[in-house]
């Protein structure tokens, strides 16, 4: 099977475990932290695998690439100390289950942009931006195929990405793309971080969404008027995984004159859309969910945001509602970005 | 022309009466898997006196006489097993009176669900009534004929319970009304004269129902659903137990189905929240679950899937199609809520052996009293022999009510003779008495409730 | 006939007659689908008109000329596509068509919707009125012939022959000379659209009309085309592409509209008056076009607009639709759809009732005068409306 790449030795080597440290939602001191990732090292127990609210945080903060969120979810699992209750278990794990007939498979050789499990969205695949790029997973029946897997991470629940993964990729290959453009920020997360983590071969080249629509934009830069409106950026926990290209954000944001807002909870300390937090089975999880959404929310409008630029559907999904009921639009980045180049997204008023 | 036929024209009108091979084949059908009967004449009245005609004709020409509302019982109730005069009712659908003091509606016997609905969400926004799961054309009159139970059972009980007076045409023709109509007053009571229930729960043998005044309900400003869900069937009765006791919800459904993939085997819960206020429904949520179902989320039992604000009225529901092939019959029962886990176990068995992907429902009623737990079984009506297995999953299904101590709602004629043959046989006589007494000719929707048997 | 070859054969079983489609969007009332509001019998029903044909084509039920009025009776005004719950909900209306092909075929037909295709046929329109006499609307009216100009305004077969309706026809005509617009009109080599021909299942003679109208619009190099009636504006626009008529169709109101915003028509003769308009099914629920109208209304002043309770897509049809405004199945009584929708208009308190269809307009009206509320609503033409507004002079 496959190991996680993750050394107890660079946990004891660490100069600051900001692991720990950084978290938003534990309190905790130094000399603590290391000995709470030592206990998790170890297997043995440690209160936060029991406090962990799975943000994916920590993947960013750990300086030395250690991987302790996947650590985490794997201690979880191995421990039987899941994050969700049973039941919500069951639901995701079957929900991820293709039963509706074989994909069609198409061969690409070329660059490909996978919708995975969100085929759904296809509506948004419209325009320049996108025009000549092969599209798969189009199929919401056949949608689980191209399915990556990474949420269970907040379900605590790695072997069954072990268990999947290979296939989805697998199935992916079978479309010869010589790069993978990943519409969910997620998707690109596991084929970019999850994958080299666990030691589990991509034979394609991921390319984040963001870095896609940036390089697109600059071959469209004489289209380009500047939209002029006050933007938040909804940084979903999956951006965690790949800090790297988190710089996109601002970069597009510039390009197209859009002004992203002087916000408290933004970059490193940005908040999670708090949609798996609400299940939890931490006590006061319903409650601290709906608080962390309403000071998420009161921090873009009190910088004076007209518009929140989502990047992952289910954060929108999650809050969407509550960012329009309160005089902010939500939209998704490659929506913000075809109005930049005069195009008129469905919806967009 | 057949004398009945222009007899019928006379009382309502050429349009409204018909013989015809087309309004036979089509008033001969339930929508279930009941077998179609025809029958021989189809009239709409317009007018309760018109309907005392029609009965009056009927009895001098003995004629069987059928009542018919929205048809959606899918039990058989309105198809004409004798022949006779199947009566369409829904013409008489004026809302007459809404009386937002003393919380009531009159209507006519043929107003629809999604009609008041509308109606009151238009003019009276601060009032509801408890709308069932039925399709929005179903009466409101054929609902509480049948025992209906609607969104506000957990609080208030059956649509039955619900009423306040009715206006009922005798199988003699005779007009007459209860409740506190019936001494001039104002429709908002039928206690304290004496008790005249006999018009519910008969499908029309006791007399046809042509108006109602049915109580009606506060409406909050705002309304949802919470989910819930657990693993293990055996924790739903003290589930519903305990949501039930905190008196905080509206309806509380608890249910299981094969379809979609992910929920089965799972047993969900969805409970209704209203309040006036964001204070209000924090604190209703809290009370529900926070304190009363955490302990299920904290020794991870039960997951809290969250809450979406508006309810969806009228009810939707698509279950119709899960075969391709527009057909739906379910065995409501009405059982104590502790036996949802065998009933849950049967159906899924059931449905199982008939290959019908399983779909179960339990509806809280009153404080627990009791849950209408419906079985429903899917077929394809282009093809017979899925119609033949929902039969047969259907009769099994009515065999198991009465076995596991339940007493099947609304039953068909199989039904029907399993509690017939059950029923405490001084009530059975007192039942044949009231049916002789107001029908001496037997003309009303014969071939149900049939107590006049040589086994009875 | 054989269930077999009946193109929806795996879809018409599905129909679970729930009732949904008798309801218009805000459910205020089960009086929605026009031919059932009239009837109030099962039958007549979308559920009953499916199972009914269903069990024709299944050879359960002989053909008889009730089976056909029923089947005939649907005015094809798509509210139960809108509210049908279920999958095949957009294929209902073809359902219905589909069935009303077999009849064609068979040659059972009612007498009239038989009359309305041979006179189309044989005469070009439903009326059976001569062809030489397609233009008299047009007489001294200063209306050119086309030759070339920027538009063929397409007058259609009510628009041209009957007496009210043709007075809508000059109104808009005249609107349009009044705002410089480059049109012309075919007069007498005007044929039938084909609109309601469709609807009533005579694909042939469709097709036929399809050809001849296209291969002459090619032929006269026509592009750009405005409708009076919203039943050619969804002919030419959604199906004569098939037949390689590639044109640019306009309803008058979309061209209306743009003249006022640009404000080379300028509204300013005010009348305080209450209007309600009433959406036709061509231009509304078929082409979703609810909008453009309002704003024709909103920009005269003097207009206070009131909706009916039963607006946009919950409009109750007229009953004119798929012939029914000439074979008139659904006439007769205070629950004839058109009677219903004035007395809903007279509740709003409008003294207008805004059309935008000829045939809307010439079933209201009659309405109107069934229901005694002359003197106190009047049936109007958007153009007409306009036109009093900007001070034509009406004929």
């Known amino acids: 099977m496959y190991a996680l790449n993750f050394n107890e030795e660079t946990c004891h080597a660490c100069p600051t475990n900001d692991c720990l440290i950084k978290c938003q939602y534990i309190d905790i001191s130094r000399e603590a932290a290391l000995d709470e990732i030592i206990k998790i090292a170890r297997g043995e127990d440690s209160y936060v695998l029991r406090d962990c609210v799975t943000c994916y945080a920590c993947e960013e903060y750990c300086p030395m690439g250690n991987h302790p969120f996947y650590l985490i979810v794997k201690r979880q699992e191995d421990m039987n100390i899941p994050p969700v209750p049973r039941p919500l278990i069951q639901r995701a794990v079957n929900t991820g289950i293709p039963f509706r007939g074989a994909p069609v498979i198409y061969e690409i050789n070329g660059p490909a942009l996978n919708m995975g499990a969100f085929s759904e969205l296809m509506p948004l695949i419209h325009g320049r931006l996108f025009e000549g790029l092969s599209v798969i997973s189009t199929d919401s029946r056949k949608m689980f195929h191209y399915f990556c897997q990474l949420m269970y991470l907040h379900y605590g629940r790695s072997s069954v990405i072990e268990e999947r993964l290979p296939g989805v990729i697998d199935t992916i290959a079978k479309h010869k793309p010589t790069q993978l453009v990943c519409f969910h920020d997620e998707c690109y997360g596991a084929y970019a971080s999850y994958c080299p983590a666990m030691g589990i071969d991509v034979p394609f080249e991921p390319v984040h969404l963001f870095e896609y629509l940036y390089n697109r934009l600059m071959e469209l830069e004489d289209l380009i008027k500047p939209v002029n409106l006050k933007v938040a950026y909804q940084r979903p926990c999956s951006s965690r995984l790949s800090p790297d290209k988190h710089l996109f954000v601002n970069r597009i944001f510039e390009l197209i004159g859009a002004a992203n807002v002087k916000r408290e909870f933004v970059d490193e300390n940005a908040l999670c859309c708090a949609g798996a937090i609400q299940g939890q089975r931490r006590e006061g999880s319903r409650k601290r969910a709906a608080e962390l959404q309403r000071k998420n929310i009161e921090d873009m409008k009190k910088a004076g945001a007209d518009v929140c630029v989502f990047n992952c559907p289910a954060c929108l999904q999650t809050l969407g509602r509550m960012v329009s009921e309160n005089g902010i639009k939500p939209v998704y980045m490659s929506d913000l970005c075809r109005l930049a180049i005069g195009e008129k997204p469905s919806g967009w008023r | ?456 | 006939m054989p269930m077999a070859e009946f193109p929806y054969k795996d879809l018409i079983h599905r129909c679970f007659r729930c009732g949904y489609c008798k309801f218009p969007s805000n459910w205020m009332d089960v009086n929605n689908c026009p031919p059932y509001a009239r009837f109030r019998m099962e039958t007549y029903s979308c559920g009953g008109r499916l199972w009914l044909t269903r069990a024709w084509l299944n050879a359960q039920l002989e053909w008889t000329e009730h089976l056909a009025e029923i089947l005939y009776s649907c005015t094809t005004c798509r509210n139960c596509e809108i509210k049908c719950p279920l999958r095949f909900n957009v294929d209902i209306v073809n359902m219905v068509v589909a069935a009303r092909s077999e009849m064609v075929e068979a040659g059972r037909l009612p007498s009239a919707v038989k009359s309305f295709l041979e006179n189309v046929e044989l005469h070009g329109n439903p009326y059976g009125a001569s062809r030489a006499k397609r233009d008299v609307w047009a007489a001294g009216q200063g209306i050119e012939h086309y030759n070339g100009q920027e538009y063929l305004l397409y007058a259609g077969c009510t628009g041209s022959y009957d007496t009210r309706a043709q007075k809508s026809t000059i109104e808009l005509a005249q609107i349009l000379r009044k705002a410089g617009i480059s049109f012309g009109i075919l007069g007498t080599d005007e044929n039938c659209d084909g609109n309601e021909v469709l609807k009533l299942g005579e694909e042939g003679l469709f097709e036929a009309l399809a050809e001849e109208n296209t291969a002459l619009f090619k032929k006269l190099g026509i592009q750009r085309i405005i409708t009076l009636s919203p039943h050619a504006f969804n002919a030419f626009k959604n199906h004569y592409p098939q037949y390689g008529g590639n044109f640019t169709v306009f309803h008058y109101t979309q061209i209306l509209s743009d003249l006022i915003k640009s404000k080379i028509l300028k509204p300013d003769k005010k009348n305080n008056v209450r209007v309600s308009y009433h959406d036709p099914c061509f231009l509304g629920r078929w082409n979703n076009e609810y909008e453009t109208p309002r704003e024709i209304l909103k920009g005269i002043p003097g207009i206070e607009l009131v909706e009916m309770e039963k607006n946009r897509d919950s409009a109750l049809c007229c009953g004119g639709g798929a012939g029914n405004f000439q074979i008139d199945l659904l006439g007769g009584s205070k629950d004839s759809p058109s009677r219903r929708r004035v007395r809903e208009a007279a509740a709003t308190g409008a003294d207008i009732l805004a059309v935008a269809c000829p045939k809307c307009l010439i079933m209201l009206e009659d309405a109107v005068k069934s229901e005694e509320l002359e003197g106190s609503l009047k049936a109007m033409d958007i153009a007409e409306v306009l036109a009093e507004a900007c001070r034509t002079e009406s004929i």
């Open chain 2, 1 to 456: 022309m057949d004398s009945t036929l222009q007899s019928l024209i006379d009382i309502v009108d050429q349009i409204h009466v018909s013989n015809r091979q087309e309004e036979l084949f089509i008033y001969s059908f339930d929508l279930g898997t009941a077998e179609p009967r025809r029958p021989d004449y189809v009239v709409s009245p317009d007018s309760a006196e018109q309907v005392q005609k029609i009965l009056r004709l009927a009895n001098r020409k003995k004629i069987p006489v059928v009542p018919l509302g929205g048809g959606l019982s899918l039990a058989g109730l309105a198809v004409p097993l004798h022949g006779g005069i199947i009566i369409d009712l829904k013409r008489m659908d004026r809302i007459i009176e809404v009386n937002e003091k003393a919380r009531y509606a009159v209507l006519e016997c043929g107003v629809s669900q999604a009609q008041l609905t509308s109606y009151l969400e238009r003019h009276h926004p601060h009032l509801t009534h408890s709308e069932p799961g039925a399709p929005p054309a179903a009466t409101i009159a054929g609902n509480l004929m049948i025992h209906g139970q609607g969104d506000l059972a957990q609080p208030y009980g059956f649509n039955s319970d619900l009423v306040n007076g009715l206006e009922v045409v005798l199988p003699t023709g005779e007009i007459c009304r209860f409740g506190s109509c019936a001494i001039g007053s104002g429709w908002f009571t039928n206690h304290p004269l004496p008790d005249m229930n006999i018009f519910l729960g008969w499908y029309g043998i006791t007399g046809i129902i042509t108006k109602l005044s049915i109580r009606l309900f506060p409406a909050k400003r705002l309304r949802g659903t919470g989910q819930f869900v657990v693993d293990n069937e055996e924790l739903v009765p003290e589930i519903l137990f305990k949501l039930t006791h905190t008196q905080m919800a509206e309806d509380i459904i608890a249910y299981s189905r094969a379809i979609p993939p992910f929920s089965d085997g799972l047993q969900h819960f969805t409970v209704n929240i209203a309040a006036d206020s964001e204070k209000e429904l924090e604190w209703k949520q809290e009370i529900i679950w926070d304190d009363t179902l955490g302990d299920y989320i904290r020794n991870g039992d039960g997951a809290y899937l969250g809450f979406t604000a508006g309810l969806e009225r009228p009810q939707i529901s698509k279950t119709s199609d899960y075969k391709k092939g527009g057909g739906f019959e379910y065995v409501g029962s009405i059982m104590p809520v502790e036996k949802y886990p065998e009933c849950y176990r049967t159906g899924r068995e059931i449905s199982e052996r008939h290959n019908i992907p399983y779909t179960v429902t339990g509806r809280c009623i009153g404080a627990a009293h009791s849950m209408m737990f419906a079985w429903t079984y899917a077929f394809n009506r282009a093809d017979p022999d899925t119609i033949r297995h929902a039969r047969e999953a259907l009769h099994e299904t009515d065999d198991i009510v009465m076995k596991l101590g339940g007493v099947i709602w609304k039953p068909g004629i199989y039904g029907q003779k399993l509690i017939l043959e059950r029923l405490d046989p001084v009530t059975r006589e007192l039942m044949k008495k009231i049916r002789n007494l107001l029908d001496p000719n037997g003309i009303m929707n014969p071939g149900n409730w049939e107590v006049n048997d040589a086994n009875g």
